[in-house]
């Protein structure tokens, strides 16, 4: 820990010595000023943690000194040193920023405790300050990739919402990065230096969901052998983040309810209500206005979390923001790998685009480290995106049609977003194998050259473009 640098102002020239003797044995760094001009000199020439300034000196006002010290040099702490006679000075001078008073004379442990006092107050302050940094730094908008109208839209809508206490409502598909954002709000909030407590409400059951949040008492159920907190005691002062709100039980919905509106609870099996300050951030992948109208979604819960509410776009729907998140996962695990991985062909960046993300964000990245793992060459091609965007073989019992208007659905909907893919994929490969002679790589695949370049024209491909790769 860095030695802590103490300016003294005082124009007697004991008490300014004595101090410093005080002061010295205790391993502070310690500089002794007679006026107010020397004194703020040495403050436009050095970085003090605390100054001690005698309010009456013969040169200049000390109220003047601490304007001009707030001024420029706002992270230093004053402390005022006054005639008992003249407290009332010193007072308003705290009024206008000073951060204590001592009172002459003044003992040894006056002196030692009101410097310390300062002196752990501005390490606080800058570690609270270095922590909110590196937290910005780890979750801020730096980190979250995106310049699509939409994304810059959201940045916007944080940047005024984050520093209240509101309670925001995010909704997007899976996969959209609904936590990133909720830990952006809570990064540019006023509890960034307090906990962020994420919980998934469709991973529990709704007895365990019920404890995770409120707490429990001892013997409330079997297994409860001591008192144990909930999420809404975890969370104080801090953020409560509750991803998949909508998979809460009717039961559960009306306590969260009680919560957002009187900011009490009562654990399971307790008897008294606790208080909680805690912010709550909520998300959502599901139509909770279609919920409400079927009865299985609150109507008053819903408008208490849906005060400000977040709507993060599909990544079809920001195709443009594709590339810049393929190269930002590569060079993450190029890092993570060690591997030489350049980047994309323009082949391969757009048939990244064109392909739907039914997964999102979360499926890009997915795919982009399947691909850094996989791939044994820099640079990426279409033909590596199509290997790994192929449709599965297999079907879940889920996606498999009930009907014959489903099948056919299910048929076209896999012509557009699979066999497109593929075609151009064929054409690609043909291409490179005939050295990009288009009439060659139609005879070794069978086609006609007319056929064979309608095609091209079909995805866009051109011999000049691909040789210019």
């Known amino acids: 820990m860095a030695v802590a640098q103490i300016l003294i102002i005082d124009d007697e020239h004991v008490i300014g010595m004595v101090c410093r003797l005080i002061l010295e044995e205790q391993d502070y760094a310690v500089d002794v000023c007679k006026t107010g001009k020397e004194g703020l000199e040495h403050v436009a020439q050095g970085q003090y943690d605390v100054i001690l300034l005698d309010f009456k000196l ?34 308003e ?65 944080i940047t005024k919402v984050a520093p209240t206490d509101t309670t925001v409502l995010i909704c997007g598909e899976p996969g959209t990065g609904k936590e990133l954002f909720a830990r952006a709000i809570h990064t540019y909030s006023k509890r960034a230096t307090r906990q962020f407590i994420p919980l998934d409400c469709s991973t529990l059951s709704p007895n365990l969901l019920e404890s995770e949040l409120f707490g429990h008492v001892r ?32 039961e559960i919905q009306g306590k969260l ?48 979390l849906n005060v400000f509410p977040l709507f993060l776009p599909p990544l079809r729907e920001r195709k443009d923001d594709i590339p810049r998140l393929a190269y930002h996962f590569l060079r993450l695990f190029r890092r993570k790998l060690g591997k030489r991985l350049d980047g994309f062909t323009e082949d391969a960046l757009e048939a990244l685009r064109s392909h739907e993300w039914p997964g999102n964000v979360r499926q890009l990245k997915n795919v982009v480290e399947r691909l850094a793992i996989v791939t044994d ?31 056919k659905e299910a048929k ?8 497109g893919q593929v075609e151009k994929a064929f054409l690609l490969k043909a291409l490179d194998a005939a050295d990009h002679n288009i009439t060659l790589a139609a005879q070794q695949v069978g086609m006609k050259r007319p056929n064979f370049s309608t095609l091209m024209k079909k995805h866009h491909i051109s011999v000049e473009r691909i040789k210019g790769q």
């Open 377 to 407: 060459h820099p640079l990426l091609t279409s033909l590596d995106i199509w290997d790994n965007l192929r449709p599965s073989r297999s079907w879940g019992a889920e996606t498999v049609p009930e009907t014959l208007e489903e099948l």
């Open 93 to 157: 001078a705290m009024k206008a920023g000073a951060f204590d008073y001592l009172a002459k004379p003044f003992v040894d442990d006056e002196l030692l405790f009101t410097v310390g006092k300062a002196v752990e107050k501005k390490r606080l302050v800058e570690e609270n300050l270095a922590l909110r940094q590196q937290l910005i730094d780890t979750y801020g908008f730096s980190n979250i990739v995106g310049e699509d109208p939409n994304i810059r839209v959201i940045f916007n809508q």
């Open 219 to 250: 013997g409330a159920f079997t297994g409860a052998v001591k008192d144990t907190p909930g999420m809404f005691e975890v969370a104080n002062k801090g953020t409560l983040f509750l991803d998949e709100v909508a998979n809460l039980t009717l």
């Open 257 to 304: 309810l009680r919560v957002l509106e009187t900011r009490d609870f009562k654990p399971v099996g307790a008897s008294q209500f606790k208080q909680t300050d805690t912010r709550i951030l909520a998300a959502t992948g599901r139509d909770l206005k279609a919920m409400v109208e079927a009865g299985t979604f609150r109507d008053d819960l819903y408008y208490r």
């Open 412 to 419: 076209k909907r896999l012509l557009e977003q699979h066999f």
């Open 58 to 91: 013969p040169d200049m006002d000390g109220m003047d000194i601490l304007k001009i010290i707030r001024r420029d040099q706002p992270g230093a702490y004053v402390i005022i040193m006054t005639a008992f006679s003249t407290v009332e000075n010193a007072v």
